[in-house]
């Protein structure tokens, strides 16, 4: 990050759509205003209202040990097994009938796993763990589509103290190796592939591949999903010939709050990537509140549906975890959004009823692109609650998603949080907050953020800096895994004392929170910071566009230039090529946002690059406004899309 770009973040959206939750919702909802006062009261005493949501082996004797910040340890000396919590007790308490997954292959193929099943499955899979000589504080790594050994090996490890490491499907077999050996990991579970766009897609030779090197892997363990052929190595075993066997009882042990429950790798920008490990207590605290006080599930009606990939930090919270805790029933959908066709979403909706849907804005401004007709083609009608993930919502897309998928009906909650956080921070209140699109509004009880200059001291209203966390989180990351300084060094070091999460965020005049995406894309053009999220939202507002990127390239005159991407909507992509359509959209772009952000250039293009989670890769945009040869594109979701764009550039030359 240069020196100027730490000056104050520029404010310039405005936005003056108000949705106030349904009066329904509001006298139902889960969560009531109280919650603010009481967690601001007596934060801890609040949080340790929350953690009896779990059902705890040993009491704890203190809720937050944060005598050696930043490393926080909560509910200190409490046990308790988090498979237990997430599948056993709802069992016991007499709802072992009660739909746990809704599971639907890509194909078409589907299984449903009540509670009751789930216990089952988890039990053995623990059984088959310990037999495989998987001991407590050994690591797992988990390399599987989204089929339900996915859940069910978490839990299985979660169940025997395992900690485990899932490493999302389309990583490459470096990609594998790395995290394999950095966890040193002693078994990997995988598949022999799974389905996606239509066809098989392999995963074991990507293991196999993997693990020529890396000496800390005793077994292979491999669930058979496409039944097509795969090499067999000696250190391979089979799910159907070890797991289907074991016992269907497995006693859970409980283990300290503190016991690492898993670690997952994010890469961030640069470098490699960090394992960031989660514990067992202050985990589940907080996804189980989270996702009741967020989603307002009523788990005895509702059928909640996350669309993540398990893979990442979404899934592990939403699908898994949370969902779990609370005796949730959801669906796990294995495939794409467009296969076999554009409306296969809007079909599983239909299909299971879904109520709670909880998605992406990547997805949403997809669909958008896609056009109104397709999810119009489905009955949506049961679904009462949206929320969003991943980036900063643009105002538009969250209109489109408020009025297309949720018939103007539905709140909408953006819900800010990271890999690190591990729950969910920033959000509105489904019952509470008259949600504004664009903004994730405020923290949630319990949670202490907060936006401040460069210099650490919190902004006016009106005014925008960086988003940090004042006080640690029952969820919180608690390290780097194997590298205690570098844990300190990216979060602890930036303001001292509080944790910096590396987005920009403005204040707004009521003192609501908006996210202006990563502080290494702001940009700053003749000395005026100005965020890539805000002139996105603006380009995205207008009816041709369905979805953009901006980027900063260096510029002679006024040091950082804005230059967009845009990929037009529907079928508008037919009419738009030509100097008059961009003309139009950088003037819709002043007009939004003042001249100070109407982009020099304005690039056409079919597709944005997007890493496979669904952000843009602004790196190899700026690459290409830079005229520069493009840099490392080997964690795209698809490597062809540079090809288009920079066939784009070349004939604009
Ligand atoms: C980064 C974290 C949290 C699970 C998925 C991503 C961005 C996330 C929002 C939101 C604006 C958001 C931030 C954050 N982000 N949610 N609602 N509004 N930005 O997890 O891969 O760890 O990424 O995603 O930039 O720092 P992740």
């Known amino acids: 990050m240069s020196e100027k770009s730490q000056e104050t973040l520029s404010n310039l959206l405005k936005e003056a759509r108000r949705f106030p939750p349904p009066a329904e919702l509001a006298e139902s909802a889960n969560v009531t205003a109280a919650a603010y006062e009481q967690a601001s009261a007596d934060r801890l005493g609040f949080w340790a209202e929350q953690a009896e949501r779990l059902e705890w082996s040993k009491p704890w004797d203190e809720v937050l040990d944060w005598s050696d910040p930043p490393f926080a340890k909560w509910f200190v000396g409490g046990e308790l097994n988090v498979a237990y919590n997430c599948v056993d007790r709802h069992v016991e308490a007499g709802l072992g009938a009660r739909v746990a997954y809704h599971w639907e292959g890509e194909p078409g193929d589907t299984r449903t796993i009540t509670y009751a099943e789930l216990q089952r499955e988890v039990a053995k899979a623990a059984n088959a763990l310990v037999e495989l000589g998987v001991e407590k504080g050994d690591r797992v790594a988990i390399y599987l589509p989204m089929i339900p050994e996915l859940p069910i090996s978490m839990l299985a490890c979660a169940r025997i103290g395992a900690t485990h490491s899932v490493v999302f499907g389309g990583f490459s077999a470096e990609a594998l190796r790395t995290r394999i050996d950095d966890a040193q990991a002693k078994l990997v579970i995988t598949a022999d592939g799974g389905y996606r766009r239509g066809k098989p897609s392999a995963l074991k030779p ?119 805790a609370n005796g949730a029933t959801s669906v796990l959908y294995e495939g794409t959004p467009d296969t076999p066709h554009q409306g296969r979403w809007w079909e599983i909706i239909e299909r299971y009823g879904v109520t709670l849907f909880y998605t992406a804005p990547t997805a949403i401004r997809t669909f958008m692109k896609w056009g109104d007709d397709i999810p119009a083609r489905s009955d949506l009608s049961s679904l009462r609650l949206l929320g969003s993930v991943g980036e900063p919502i643009n105002p538009e897309a969250y209109v489109w998603y408020r009025e297309h998928i949720g018939a103007g009906r539905t709140p909408v909650v953006d819900t800010w949080w990271q890999t690190e956080t591990g729950a969910i921070m920033i959000s509105p209140l489904p019952g509470v907050t008259a949600g504004k699109p664009g903004a994730a509004m405020k923290p949630l009880p319990g949670i202490v953020a907060d936006v401040v200059d460069d210099q650490g001291a919190p902004v006016p209203n009106g005014g925008g800096g960086f988003l940090v966390l004042k006080e640690p989180w029952p969820s919180m990351l608690r390290t780097v895994w194997g590298d205690d300084e570098r844990f300190v060094k990216t979060y602890w070091s930036r303001f001292p004392g509080v944790y910096f999460a590396g987005d920009g965020a403005k204040r707004d005049e009521d003192g609501d929170i908006w996210l202006l995406g990563r502080v290494d894309d702001v940009m700053l053009v003749s000395g005026h910071n100005i965020s890539t999220t805000e002139v996105e939202s603006a380009l995205v507002s207008h009816p041709k566009v369905a979805e953009s990127a901006v980027v900063g390239a260096t510029d002679p005159v006024t040091g950082q230039a804005i230059v967009a991407f845009v990929i037009p909507r529907g079928s508008a992509g037919e009419e738009v090529e030509g100097d008059d359509f961009a003309a139009e959209l950088r003037n819709h772009v002043a007009h939004s946002l003042g001249p100070i952000a109407k982009p020099r250039q304005i690039m056409i293009v079919p597709e944005l690059p997007k890493t496979r989670s669904g952000k843009i890769m602004r790196r190899l945009l700026r690459d290409v406004a830079e005229n520069r040869g493009i840099g490392d594109v080997t964690t795209l979701a698809d490597s062809t899309v540079m090809d288009l764009i920079s066939q784009k550039q070349a004939s604009a030359k």
Not at 223 to 252: I, N, P
Request: proline share 5%.
């Open 206 to 324: 990507t293991v196999d591949a993997a693990v020529e090197r890396t000496p800390s892997v005793e077994h292979v363990l491999v669930v058979r999903r496409t039944g097509e052929d795969v090499a067999r190595h000696d250190r391979d075993v089979w799910w159907e010939d070890v797991v289907e066997r074991q016992s269907e009882e497995h006693a859970a042990q409980p283990h300290d709050a503190e016991h690492p429950l898993y670690i997952l790798y994010t890469s961030g920008t640069t470098g490699k990537p960090k394992g960031i490990l989660h514990t067992t207590g202050g985990y589940l605290t907080q996804t189980a509140y989270t996702h009741h006080a967020v989603f307002d599930l009523k788990p005895e009606t509702d059928v909640y549906w996350c669309s993540a990939d398990i893979g990442w930090v979404t899934g592990h919270s939403y699908i898994v975890y949370g969902p779990l």
